[in-house]
DNA sequence: GAGTGGTCTAGACCACTGT
DNA sequence: CAGTGGTCTAGACCACTCG
């Protein structure tokens, strides 16, 4: 591990147990440098993590604040996948695998993916049950060339585990699409919905390793009165 | 204006322009910085505001792959207000404020809004029109000493061009959250609802200075169809 | 004015990608 | 292998905040 992870995580633990409280000031740079005996770009770059893991606030003049965190407020983005929310989260989670199939990409599929037509991807569907009721719907896309070698059991589980721990393949970013569409058919297959309900609502993702290919593309639909979605945005310049 | 900015800024045109496109690679950093004539830090620096602001994904050991940005869609991440949006999306759009005073806090809503009980707050109602239909209701409520000299017709334009030009005031992060809430009578009173429709999408927002203050809460109420939200998320490390 | 973080330099070594 | 970006150092000057 890098010198400024370590420290990012050594000041990261000192918040969580509550060495430095909501509001108050971190050490200076300076104190971090003679503390951890590095320079001073290294306790910046540990400090600048903090602050886009929303962290601390820094200030000018003044000083590294520590953040407010709502401890139930967690967020989902940064494309925390399932499993990890659910570990968050501590409820019961139970995850069916529907549908796992070797699919050719036609072109309506295409259009929808933006995968290359006739390129072979991994088509998996599963419902997700949390605290007794089926509520989550996932339908994913992944390109066979690197999904190839997923078990329909690791699928249940977590298929970031085995994309990232035993394929090594970097994710990078994801394009997300938060809409409230019309329940359709599958919906009612699949999940257990509240009557007089009209819409679900529907997340969409466009997922890219490091290199750029796109090699995922998942929608998940989840029942409206069960759904939340919180981040923490930074206000960009200009 | 600073010289990474400078950089940046360059850049970013560039890849606009079509001078870098697509899945290309940007010069590597030693190219620019005899390009630029300055340090690498400074390159690398003006790099990594455009890796944050989604224009390129860096590679270890190949180099800086300019992204496919879809032009439809734009981000709502990042704090963008009403105004900014309504700019990008070239629509035609309307705002009528509907409330505009100073009020207490009580204990309701001090505990809607987090903010101290006793402290005076300016309560803005607005319902803004999209191509001829009202769709969307905004509730504000800003910290009085800092919106104080806000005029009504300037809440109808965009309070944020009035907090940051004229007040000077450094706005850092929010925390947000979207969900998906039941009509209610205010929305019916003055959205224009699709029938048959029961819920609504609610974005509710604390907003922050950078010295870490709240100084906002806002709600913001979204006809189901119309609305959508996109982000680009890049995957958290650790 | 003393102390803070923000920008910038010039250099070094390492880890990773391609061919 | 040559070339790329990632980490790290030791220094300098500047802009901001606060008492």
Redesign the pocket.
């Known amino acids: ?7 990012a995580q050594d000041l990261e633990k000192m918040i969580m147990d509550g060495v430095y409280q909501e509001d108050e ?9 003679t503390r ?13 993590t903090l ?1 886009e893991n929303g962290w601390i606030q ?7 604040i520590v953040i407010a965190r709502d401890r139930l407020n967690f967020p989902i983005t940064g494309l925390t996948s399932y499993k990890e929310l659910q570990h968050y989260l501590g409820f019961d989670s139970l995850t069916e695998v529907v549908t796992f199939e070797k699919r050719i990409v036609d072109s309506s599929l295409a259009e929808l993916t933006h995968f290359p037509q006739g390129v072979p991807v991994l088509h998996i569907l599963r419902r997700r049950k949390i605290d007794g009721e089926f509520i989550v719907l996932d339908r994913d896309y992944l390109l066979y060339a690197y999904a190839e070698g997923l078990s329909k059991s690791q699928a249940a589980d977590s298929i970031y585990d085995y994309l990232e721990n035993e394929r090594h393949l ?1 994710i990078a970013y994801a394009q997300k699409e938060i809409t409230i569409d019309f329940i359709n058919e599958h919906d009612r297959q699949w999940l257990e919905l509240a009557t007089g309900d009209r819409h679900i609502v529907s997340v969409k993702s466009h997922v890219f390793l ?2 750029n290919t796109l090699f995922q593309y998942t929608e998940s639909r989840h029942q409206v009165d069960k759904f939340s979605f919180t981040e923490l945005a930074r206000r960009q310049k200009r």
Chains 1, 2 share one sequence.
């Open positions: 591990m890098n010198k400024y992870e370590m420290i000031l971190l050490p200076s740079e300076n104190e971090l440098v951890y005996k590095v320079s001073r770009s290294t306790v910046r770059q540990a400090l600048k602050e820094r200030k000018h003049g003044l000083g590294s970097e490091s290199d």
